[in-house]
């Protein structure tokens, strides 16, 4: 067991009583869907989505393990290799998820071969830029849009390894949609997918959300009153 190693009572969500489980997928605003896999723990011996799983009086939970890790980080290298994760050219850099759970998890190459993605970038929008060769699937901006801001402008489509993000209009625009930067979408996407364009290196690079703090340390700081570091992201961990 690892420096945050636990075995307590059952866990409801992604982040409990100061202990972080890394997570991709799960929001605190939204409904879970249990999709990236990135909750996983041991519940009574048993590997469940931790985002998912209700709780249940005498549930014994693992999240920290090696063999819980190692799997974590197989899952983070998968995607790695599948979008186009370069990120000393991202302006999400140190304000990114995935990269900042790679660190936690001591991810030191992609390990799978690259599938190099080759899908057009969208700048049409005034106000927002989508770089599709990022995206892993989380669906947050697909729920926010959809439940919050009610318009229904992301989807996927495609099935297996052909699965992708696409925008609900005829030309596949995002002008062409009813996208404000005023919408929860806009602000949800925990990678370098959605992003408002003007803002990429206005916040230098090492004064980042997760320069400041690593992703783990910053539940932990909530819990003791402290206020994490801000960064332009505004998806909650
Ligand atoms: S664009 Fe971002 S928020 Fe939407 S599914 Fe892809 S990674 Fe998730
Ligand atoms: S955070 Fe639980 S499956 Fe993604």
Redesign the pocket.
Known sequence: MGRRSWKRQPSPGATVAGIFIPHL?HHPEFKPQGSCKLCTVKANGRYVSACTMPAKDGMEVENNSPDLNDKRRTLLQMLFVEGNHFCPSCEKSGNCLLQALAYELEMLTPHFTQFYPDRPVDASHPEVL?D?N?????????R?SRDVDRKNV?A?SGRGIGKH?IVNAESGRLADTGFSLADK?AH????G??LEKRQGFLQPIGCRRYDLQPIGMQVGLMQVGRPPATGSSE?GS
């Open positions: 997928c989508l599709f990022r995206c892993i699937l989380c669906e947050l901006c697909v926010a992301f996927l993000l979408a949800v996407c925990p990678v997918v959605i998806q």
